[in-house]
């Protein structure tokens, strides 16, 4: 699925916002506010990546796949789920850029 393709591609710029932001709130002098935001942010991150593990560990191939139905609907029923895991992630790194842009 090129949804998948395109989020999956995305894992390491999470895995490095996170690190960013963990590092900015660590070393910067930020009002409480701030780090309260950048905590948000990093959350957000987490629940993204862990969206997209989850439902690679629960997508069945064709062969291991029994439920009822067509593959062909499980497989429109996935692509869903795939781009509401791909909005996360777009959502969760346009948040943490708010804080990871000004570090460039």
């Known amino acids: 699925m090129a949804v998948h393709d395109s989020a999956m ?3 390491g710029a999470i895995e490095r916002a996170i690190q960013t932001l ?8 930020k009002s409480t506010d701030v780090k309260s935001r950048i905590d948000s942010s990093i ?5 993204a990546d862990e969206a997209m593990w ?11 796949w029994s439920g009822k139905g067509t593959y062909l609907s499980y497989l429109q029923s996935e ?8 909005t996360l992630i777009d959502s969760a790194l346009q948040r943490a850029s708010q804080y990871t842009n000004k570090e460039k």
Request: aromatic share 8%.
């Open 9 to 11: 591609a995305k894992m």
């Open 22 to 29: 963990q590092h900015i709130k660590e070393t910067e002098h």
């Open 43 to 47: 959350l957000l991150l987490k629940r």
């Open 54 to 64: 989850d439902w690679m560990y629960h997508f069945k191939q064709k062969g291991d």
């Open 79 to 86: 692509e869903r789920k795939i781009q509401r895991v791909a």
